[in-house]
Nanobody
Framework: QLQLVESGGGLVQPGGSLRLSCAAS????????IGWFRQAPGKEREGVSC????????NYADSVKGRFTISRDNAENTVYLQMSSLKPEDTAVYYC????????????????????WGQGTQVTVSS
């Protein structure tokens, strides 16, 4: 069974950091582009970041550029989202998603492209 499992969420003060992990089971992430999305209460799901299957291409939402870094370790079958300088507006449930990609240098901002989704992990930024 193909599964994605997010972890690493929690409560953090403004200005703090968290690292989210997205671990795959039942398949290898080597040929999959990965996206991170988030959804705050009462808001639409939005794209945060994505990374191509090779790791050679990444993309970030303007709201997180310079604060978040996406990376992948295909040997560990895991993708990470390092979040720094967190703000209260970063509070949301964060989801990772995967789509088979035949290009190692393309990733996708649109949630509709992705085939597999994790269950989400809550990130709360509050003092």
């Amino acid at each position: 069974q193909l599964q994605l499992v997010e972890s690493g969420g929690g409560l953090v003060q403004p200005g703090g950091s968290l690292r989210l992990s997205c671990a795959a089971s039942g398949f290898t992430l080597d040929y999959y582009a990965i996206g991170w999305f988030r959804q705050a209460p009462g808001k639409e799901r939005e794209g945060v970041s994505c990374i191509s299957s090779s790791g050679g291409s990444t993309n970030y939402a303007d709201s997180v550029k310079g604060r978040f870094t996406i990376s992948r370790d295909n040997a560990e079958n895991t993708v990470y989202l390092q979040m720094s300088s967190l703000k209260p507006e970063d509070t949301a449930v964060y989801y990772c998603a995967a789509v088979r990609s035949f290009s190692g240098y393309v990733c996708y901002d649109s949630a509709g492209v992705y085939d597999y989704w994790g269950q989400g992990t809550q990130v709360t930024v509050s003092s």
